[in-house]
């Protein structure tokens, strides 16, 4: 079945502890993405990956990192979460590029930062 | 950048009836108009999609028309159903050479029985 799987669904962490979500898509995509979704703010781009080691910011990159080092993994590094990083956030890919092709969105990941 | 802007924030239809929702972006250069749906506890699925070169695009029971003069699309659904009652969510391309999608801020339809 063609899918983008996120872990962990949920996470609770402190202030300050670093964390990774892992995002993992099985049909060969060269796009993938992050968006954090928030109450009244819609779905917010945070970065994204035109393929392996090609990667570039989006409209609210501030406190995150990604990687791509294969082209089914996008991992999102969050190296010293704050409570207002506290969200949902959603991987995606996409075969042509997001701009003009369908997106896939994995299940989404709810993030609480104490 | 782009900029998408959504309403209602949220709209309340008997079953049966219809429900629209619209849009509006900034960019005259974008060129792809996707909506999507996001069922409680999932992710957003991709409902219908329209480009610049079409004026209007139909999928069963869902439309969506594109006013490339105005810079505004809309999304029309026809009798709707319970199973419609979700979030939608349209967006924008960031036009020429752009990779990113710039969404609304949503629309919670509630379609009651």
């Known amino acids: 079945e063609a899918q983008v799987t996120q872990n962990p669904r949920y996470l609770i962490t402190v202030t300050g502890k670093k964390l990774t979500v892992t995002c993992s898509q099985n049909m060969n995509h060269e796009y993938m993405s992050w968006y954090r979704q928030d109450p009244g703010l819609g779905l917010r781009q945070i970065y994204y990956?035109?393929?392996?080691?090609?990667?570039d910011k989006g409209d609210v990159p501030e406190g995150y990192k990604v990687s791509r080092k294969e082209k089914r993994n996008f991992p999102l590094i969050l190296e010293s979460p704050s409570p207002n990083q506290t969200s949902l956030y959603f991987c995606?890919?996409?075969?042509?590029?997001?701009?003009?092709?369908?997106?896939?969105f994995g299940q989404g990941t709810r993030l609480t930062v104490v | 950048g782009e900029n998408v802007e959504q309403h209602p924030s949220t709209l309340s239809v008997q079953e049966g009836d219809s429900a629209v929702i619209k849009c509006t972006y900034s960019?005259?250069?974008?060129?792809?108009f996707p909506w999507y749906k996001q069922e409680l506890g999932k992710g957003p699925q991709l409902i219908i999609d329209i480009r610049s070169n079409v004026g209007e695009k139909k999928d069963q029971r869902i439309a969506v028309t594109l006013n490339k003069t105005a810079k505004h699309f809309s999304l029309h659904i026809t009798e709707t159903q319970p199973e419609d009652s979700a979030v939608y969510f349209c967006a924008a391309t960031g036009g020429a050479g752009s990779y990113q999608l710039t969404f609304g801020k949503g629309t919670k339809l509630s379609v009651i029985p």
């Open positions: 990956s035109m393929n392996v080691e090609v990667t």
């Open positions: 995606a890919s996409s075969l042509g590029g997001f701009a003009n092709t369908e997106a896939f």
């Open positions: 960019d005259s250069a974008s060129n792809y």
